[in-house]
């Protein structure tokens, strides 16, 4: 997929589908018409400039806000327009990992990841023991279930956080600024994290981040918000949107500004 | 269809587990019970491979399942041949493995009762010079402000005057008027049996000046602003604030305690006599509606039995508890760890610490009072 236009919104594997999206505080608009769609399997990411809206964008996403205009479609099932079941089970398929962590910090690494399961789930103890170490040891943190968030670096936290999102196997996998404040090599192994689940699990993963890096190492499709413009400029595969946008913001972001 | 195990031996060293149907969390998989007895019981097993052609759907399910068997194996020292697993899970599989469990694994080991207690009492006691410290710093800082030399914006103190001042007076009325209306009553049922009721204008008035007003107003300043200083440092600590201010060589005590403990000790004289006189109001209000004293009577009554000593007594008290107060909830902030649960704790600690402080000082400024003749 190429620069994106509307059409592209109802091709037939759309995982989730935005609709001329308007997202506002009271009477301030953050951003009009948004228009995309993320297929299935997709590593579809969010970026633009600092206080663009990339995060309201994916708390819209989450079903956390509710748009001021316009429609999000998961599997064609649009979210406001659904009753509180319908929301609940859709909701149900999201994990999301917040910019910092967001780890209870009153629960051990392993009652943060086994909450969902035991409220979720019919496992017995015994099984939700043995889900949450394997999820902890997925992200590299096996023999840490009974640390407390305070008592780990900022780089386990993510990874932390990361396994507490996969706690229920869920079909689409929503990352706020996952490398922020990691170094270089933690950062990397990240990526290849998502990248791994991506590709064994087949999981759908929305990224909000502006590491150009890990745009280019794991985004396979992106939207561009202009905080000027207030909408989207651009959408499509980031690396073709780096050499061929024909806006000239969207390449200079793509380019360090040395475009 | 549920997931279905069953086990082939393609060769006699060889194990092969074949897997079928669907590995879903919802509908559970198969326990690995068959397969740790035929491990227990056929010691030739060297390899175990799979068979996964016919799993249909899987996700963590199948994956507990295959740590479950990696376990095993290596507890019985056989290899593990995942080439006939899925795709994704051999993969996922790569990832749980690639690594090895943290040394500190089970460092939170359950302690003993008697251990726990040790604990707690090694933690008490460590916590002593912790509080000296603090102590030995307030009196620093409070000696650089005698001398002008103390740091703190002017603006800050009026801001946190007002929050301890105004904006408590209608909680200290309501509660200084309700004490006043129960000492008031509680005496008069006493002092009709041989109709002094008179009298109950000496009890509130002495009990309000010397004990009731300071000892109200403490506890709500306890519960009130004792806890939001703990709350704020302790936040503060967790945003790096305090280091923020540590770095620019500010120093947090002149800069943040300070101040607080200034606001509450100017505040705590002017509160004091403001309880007072609302819990004097409550009596004669008691006194006249149902006791038939008149309010002159009541007023010229209180007069008499009061002296300047017991009001002055009463105000000392607060202004110390005042101190305790700010003193306790400061040093709780300033302790704050570094998370949500730390500073609910540095709160929590914070009034239970001041109002601990208040009682004690009220026993003992009681009985040197009584000793002194004030």
Same mark, same amino acid.
């Given at each position: 997929?190429?620069?994106?236009?509307?059409?592209?919104?109802?091709?037939?594997?759309?995982?989730?589908?935005?609709?001329?999206?308007?997202?506002?505080?009271?009477?301030?608009?953050?951003?009009?018409?948004?228009?995309?769609?993320?297929?299935?399997?997709?590593?579809?990411?969010?970026?633009?400039?600092?206080?663009?809206?990339?995060?309201?964008?994916?708390?819209?996403?989450?079903?956390?806000?509710?748009?001021?205009?316009?429609?999000?479609?998961?599997?064609?099932?649009?979210?406001?327009?659904?009753?509180?079941?319908?929301?609940?089970?859709?909701?149900?398929?999201?994990?999301?990992?917040?910019?910092?962590?967001?780890?209870?910090?009153?629960?051990?690494?392993?009652?943060?990841?086994?909450?969902?399961? =035991?409220?979720?789930?019919? +496992?017995?103890? @015994?099984?939700?023991?043995? %889900? *949450?170490?394997?999820? #902890?040891?997925?992200?590299?943190?096996?023999?840490?279930?009974?640390?407390?968030?305070?008592?780990?670096?900022?780089?386990?936290?993510?990874?932390?956080?990361?396994?507490?999102?996969?706690?229920?196997?869920?079909?689409?996998?929503?990352?706020?600024?996952?490398?922020?404040?990691?170094?270089?090599?933690?950062?990397?192994?990240?990526?290849?994290?998502?990248?791994?689940?991506?590709?064994?699990?087949?999981?759908?993963?929305?990224?909000?981040?502006?590491?150009?890096?890990?745009?280019?190492?794991?985004?396979?499709?992106?939207?561009?918000?202009?905080?000027?413009?207030?909408?989207?400029?651009?959408? =499509?595969?980031?690396?073709? +949107?780096?050499? @061929?946008?024909?806006?000239? %913001? *969207?390449?200079?972001? #793509?380019?360090?500004?040395?475009? | 269809?549920?997931?279905?195990?069953?086990?082939?031996?393609?060769?006699?060293?060889?194990?092969?587990?074949?897997?079928?149907?669907?590995?879903?969390?919802?509908?559970?998989?198969?326990?690995?019970?068959?397969?740790?007895?035929?491990?227990?019981?056929?010691?030739?097993?060297?390899?175990?491979?799979?068979?996964?052609?016919?799993?249909?759907?899987?996700?963590?399910?199948?994956?507990?399942?295959?740590?479950?068997?990696?376990?095993?194996?290596?507890?019985?020292?056989?290899?593990?041949?995942?080439?006939?697993?899925?795709?994704?899970?051999?993969?996922?599989?790569?990832?749980?493995?690639?690594?090895?469990?943290?040394?500190?694994?089970?460092?939170?080991?359950?302690?003993?009762?008697?251990?726990?207690?040790?604990?707690?009492?090694?933690?008490?006691?460590?916590?002593?010079?912790?509080?000296?410290?603090?102590?030995?710093?307030?009196?620093?800082?409070?000696?650089?402000?005698?001398?002008?030399?103390?740091?703190?914006?002017?603006?800050?103190?009026?801001?946190?005057?007002?929050?301890?001042?105004?904006?408590?007076?209608?909680?200290?009325?309501?509660?200084?008027?309700?004490?006043?209306?129960?000492?008031?009553?509680?005496?008069?049922?006493?002092?009709?049996?041989?109709?002094?009721?008179?009298?109950?204008?000496?009890?509130?008035?002495?009990?309000?000046?010397?004990?009731?007003?300071?000892?109200?107003?403490?506890?709500?300043?306890?519960?009130?602003?004792?806890?939001?200083?703990?709350?704020?440092?302790?936040?503060?600590?967790?945003?790096?604030?305090?280091?923020?201010?540590?770095?620019?060589?500010?120093?947090?005590?002149?800069?943040?305690?300070?101040?607080?403990?200034?606001?509450?000790?100017?505040?705590?004289?002017?509160?004091?006599?403001?309880?007072?006189?609302?819990?004097?109001?409550?009596?004669?209000?008691?006194?006249?509606?149902?006791?038939?004293?008149?309010?002159?009577?009541?007023?010229?009554?209180?007069?008499?039995?009061?002296?300047?000593?017991?009001?002055?007594?009463?105000?000392?008290?607060?202004?110390?508890?005042?101190?305790?107060?700010?003193?306790?909830?400061?040093?709780?902030?300033?302790?704050?760890?570094?998370?949500?649960?730390?500073?609910?704790?540095?709160?929590?600690?914070?009034?239970?610490?001041?109002?601990?402080?208040?009682?004690?000082?009220?026993?003992?400024?009681?009985?040197?009072?009584?000793?002194?003749?004030?």
């Amino acid at each position: 997929m190429e620069t994106g236009t509307a059409q592209q919104a109802t091709e037939r594997d759309a995982h989730i589908v935005v609709q001329d999206l308007t997202m506002a505080y009271g009477d301030f608009v953050i951003q009009h018409d948004l228009t995309f769609s993320i297929r299935r399997g997709d590593i579809f990411i969010i970026m633009g400039g600092s206080g663009c809206g990339k995060t309201t964008l994916l708390h819209h996403l989450i079903g956390l806000k509710q748009p001021a205009r316009g429609r999000v479609l998961y599997d064609g099932t649009s979210y406001w327009e659904s009753p509180p079941e319908v929301q609940q089970r859709i909701k149900r398929s999201f994990g999301m990992s917040f910019q910092s962590g967001a780890l209870w910090s009153s629960l051990t690494l392993a009652e943060n990841v086994a909450l969902p399961l =035991g409220e979720y789930t019919d +496992l017995d103890q @015994a099984e939700i023991a043995e %889900v *949450v170490s394997l999820k #902890l040891s997925l992200v590299g943190l096996a023999g840490f279930e009974e640390f407390y968030p305070a008592e780990i670096s900022g780089g386990m936290h993510k990874r932390a956080a990361l396994a507490r999102a996969m706690a229920l196997d869920p079909e689409i996998l929503f990352f706020d600024e996952p490398s922020a404040g990691l170094d270089p090599i933690s950062s990397r192994r990240l990526d290849d994290l998502i990248l791994e689940l991506r590709d064994s699990l087949g999981t759908t993963i929305v990224v909000v981040t502006h590491e150009l890096a890990s745009i280019f190492a794991i985004g396979n499709n992106s939207v561009f918000l202009d905080a000027e413009a207030r909408t989207m400029t651009a959408s =499509g595969n980031p690396a073709t +949107l780096r050499d @061929a946008c024909p806006d000239p %913001v *969207v390449r200079r972001f #793509l380019n360090r500004g040395e475009a | 269809m549920p997931g279905q195990l069953s086990l082939e031996f393609p060769a006699p060293d060889n194990l092969q587990l074949v897997l079928a149907g669907s590995w879903l969390l919802a509908t559970g998989a198969p326990p690995v019970r068959d397969l740790e007895q035929q491990l227990l019981k056929d010691g030739n097993i060297r390899r175990i491979s799979f068979n996964g052609k016919a799993i249909s759907d899987w996700d963590s399910a199948l994956l507990t399942f295959l740590a479950r068997v990696y376990r095993l194996a290596g507890e019985h020292s056989i290899d593990i041949d995942p080439a006939g697993l899925p795709d994704g899970a051999r993969r996922m599989m790569v990832l749980a493995t690639a690594v090895p469990p943290a040394e500190a694994a089970g460092k939170h080991g359950k302690e003993s009762l008697l251990g726990r207690i040790g604990q707690i009492a090694l933690a008490m006691w460590r916590a002593t010079p912790e509080m000296l410290r603090f102590l030995g710093e307030v009196t620093l800082s409070l000696g650089r402000l005698v001398r002008g030399k103390a740091q703190f914006r002017g603006s800050d103190l009026m801001l946190l005057i007002q929050d301890v001042g105004p904006q408590a007076l209608p909680i200290v009325a309501l509660v200084s008027f309700l004490v006043g209306l129960i000492v008031a009553y509680m005496g008069a049922a006493q002092l009709a049996q041989f109709g002094a009721q008179i009298y109950i204008a000496n009890l509130v008035g002495l009990g309000m000046t010397r004990e009731m007003g300071a000892l109200m107003t403490g506890v709500i300043m306890a519960g009130r602003t004792g806890a939001a200083y703990a709350a704020q440092l302790g936040t503060m600590q967790v945003n790096e604030e305090i280091d923020a201010f540590r770095t620019l060589g500010f120093n947090p005590i002149d800069f943040l305690v300070l101040p607080r403990m200034l606001a509450l000790i100017l505040i705590m004289p002017g509160m004091v006599l403001y309880s007072d006189i609302v819990g004097i109001t409550a009596g004669m209000f008691v006194s006249v509606t149902a006791f038939d004293i008149g309010t002159f009577e009541y007023y010229q009554q209180t007069v008499r039995s009061m002296e300047w000593r017991h009001i002055w007594g009463g105000v000392l008290k607060g202004t110390i508890y005042g101190m305790l107060i700010a003193f306790a909830g400061c040093l709780r902030g300033i302790q704050c760890g570094r998370s949500a649960q730390a500073v609910g704790e540095a709160t929590t600690s914070a009034v239970v610490t001041g109002i601990l402080f208040i009682v004690i000082a009220a026993s003992l400024l009681t009985i040197l009072f009584q000793q002194l003749g004030i």
